[in-house]
């Protein structure tokens, strides 16, 4: 079983991210399971959300404590909340920064920053980074495949808007495959 | 078809497929996204039903009330606060023997206020006549409510049910669900055909008046029906696993029982995770089993009695309850306890995850530990730096 977390702000779409990761790889024929930190979202509060996947049936229901990835929506976090906590050795942790990292990541761990706040007000006009993020999850894991993460965005977004979050997760991907 | 979804909207969806008549229910976290999807299914014709507004839960339950006696399928939804709303309610609709099935999307009950899981608040309920299911998983917890119509409609019976499945691990998380078509529960649940309805051109009178020459039988037959729902929950569920192959036909589950030291006992999606716990403490040579707990009302004392004496090796029972009887103990651990009068093997209750607290895997390892060391009846995580 591999599990992720995500750290965000509430309005910064975790939850939402968390879900559609959990569909993708659901379409790639894995037992996923997707889930909030269930708290009192309020916006710009830090939340997170999970993602479990395995080949057979997940029982578990407990939190994620010690994730193989780790997202972390905004880098603000970091000073606040100890978002590496658990990180398996060998795992993947992705960072939104538009900054050189200036933290510490557990030994071990690789990794990815990516500036997802440019990538989506360029696509979006909105500051909102979880689609992008997702494009950069796909590309550094492996867990899902674009093309499904394609349809589960057309699944959630409608026209317009479903085209520009597919446009900013694609500049993400690419971003991190050309970098790997 | 097995798809990916929140457990909120498979259970809605699988209330849609049970055609209801009457929904009637007032939204409260973390129930709320079910009676969203299902005011949008009524609102957009996918379901052929009265969805009637209410002001609060005592309403909502009672606009339920009326139109089962009026011969309707009802639904209705809620959990914590809500439920805690509709106590005299729920008492009448079980006296009154009107079917209605609602989900319980189980909460803590305040004060505190907390919005989080446990089961204090259908545990609470657990004297009001009504059949109580408990989900492991969003599959169960989708299919339960099939079950829960057939079995409470069903005229031997005729007694509402809570489908309670945990609140927010439940039903805020996505995962696979097959759900079934709308062909395939037509075939298992026909139409609501109650012998007896509100009806002004031949009138009756519903949970009328009793006087102490009646009450006492009147109770009687109630708990009669309650007791034998046991045999209907039997073959409804027998038909639901010939149909669609999965089997609730037990009202109790055995995982590992048959060569287990120390038994748990525990309800809900707890027990997904005990399981994962158990898998794991047997390959460190610890023999751990667990007895899952599917209905709780009716009790099935009968089937946890036959079980924990399959478990011939069983040594010590830990019986896991989010809720407690206050002053008295956890009701899992409390008829459990019942159901083995007269055995010799020690039942350690735990009451543990109220209120939310997560329950992990080293959790439920620590209390095979203190179980194996006899140290039981506690309440099990108790953060010492804050009493």
Redesign the interface.
């Known amino acids: 079983m591999r599990e992720l977390r995500i750290h965000g702000r509430g309005g910064q779409g975790s939850v939402t991210a ?2 559609l990761i ?2 993708a790889a ?1 379409e790639g024929g894995v ?6 930190a ?1 708290g ?1 979202e309020r916006r710009g509060a830090p939340v997170q959300a999970f993602v479990r996947f395995d080949n057979i049936k ?6 994620v ?1 010690e994730p193989d990835y780790i997202i972390v929506q905004d880098s603000t976090l970091i000073k606040d909340v100890n978002v590496f906590l658990g990180v398996k050795p060998g795992g993947i942790v992705i960072v939104n920064t538009e900054k050189k990292p200036d933290f510490k990541i557990p030994e071990g761990v690789k990794l990815i920053t990516i500036d997802a706040t440019s990538i989506a007000l360029k696509a979006l006009g909105l500051p909102i980074t979880n689609t992008t993020l997702m494009g950069a999850f796909a590309a550094a894991t492996g867990e899902i495949q674009f093309a499904a993460l394609e349809n589960a965005l057309k699944h959630r977004f409608k026209g317009e808007l479903a085209t520009r979050n597919i446009a900013a997760a694609k500049t993400a991907f690419d971003v991190v495959k050309g970098a790997a | 078809m097995l798809e990916i979804t929140e457990g909120s909207h498979a259970v809605a969806e699988a209330v849609r497929l049970c055609r209801p008549q009457v929904v009637s229910a007032y939204p409260i976290t973390p129930q709320t996204h079910i009676v969203e999807a299902l005011a949008d299914f009524v609102a957009n014709g996918k379901l052929d039903a009265e969805y009637i507004n209410v002001e609060n839960e005592f309403s909502a339950l009672s606009a339920c009330v009326g139109a089962s006696a009026a011969g309707s399928r009802t639904y209705s939804a809620t959990t914590s606060q809500g439920l805690a709303l509709m106590f005299e309610v729920c008492f009448n609709a079980a006296g009154m023997r009107l079917p209605i099935v609602m989900s319980i999307a189980n909460r803590a009950l305040g004060a505190p206020l907390s919005i989080w899981n446990d089961m204090q608040d259908s545990i609470s309920l657990r004297d009001a006549g009504w059949l109580q299911f408990y989900a492991e998983d969003n599959q169960e917890a989708t299919d339960l409510h099939y079950i829960a119509y057939r079995v409470s409609e069903d005229q031997k019976v005729l007694l509402p049910s809570f489908v309670c499945f945990d609140g927010f691990i439940l039903s805020h998380t996505y995962e696979p669900v097959d759900m079934l078509t709308q062909e395939d529960v037509d075939k298992y649940l026909p139409p609501f055909n109650p012998p007896e309805r509100l009806d002004a051109s031949d009138p009756v009178s519903f949970g009328m008046y009793a006087t102490p020459e009646y009450y006492l039988e009147f109770r009687y037959e109630h708990d009669k029906a309650l007791k034998d729902a046991r045999e209907v929950i039997a073959k409804a569920g027998k038909e639901f696993a010939a149909l669609f192959g999965r089997d609730y036909s037990a009202m109790v589950e055995g995982y590992k029982l048959d060569d287990a030291e120390t038994v748990i006992v525990a309800m809900g999606s707890i027990c997904g995770t005990v399981k994962d716990a158990i898998d794991e403490m047997r390959t460190e040579g610890k023999k751990v089993g667990l007895l899952r707990i599917r209905v709780f009302r009716p009790f099935p004392s009968e089937d946890v009695a036959k079980f924990i004496k399959g478990a011939t090796q069983a040594k010590r029972i830990a019986v896991l309850d989010k809720n407690i009887s206050l002053g008295a103990k956890g009701a899992t651990a409390l008829e459990v306890k019942d159901a083995l009068y007269g055995s010799t093997v020690p039942v350690w209750n735990y009451i543990l995850g109220l209120g939310g607290r997560d329950v992990r895997k080293k959790d439920i390892k620590e209390i095979v530990a203190l179980a194996d060391k006899g140290q039981g009846d506690q309440f099990f995580g108790l953060r010492k730096e804050v009493l």
């Open positions: 968390a879900e959990a569909v659901f037992f996923a399971q997707a889930f909030p269930f009192v997940i029982r578990k229901r407990s939190q404590y």
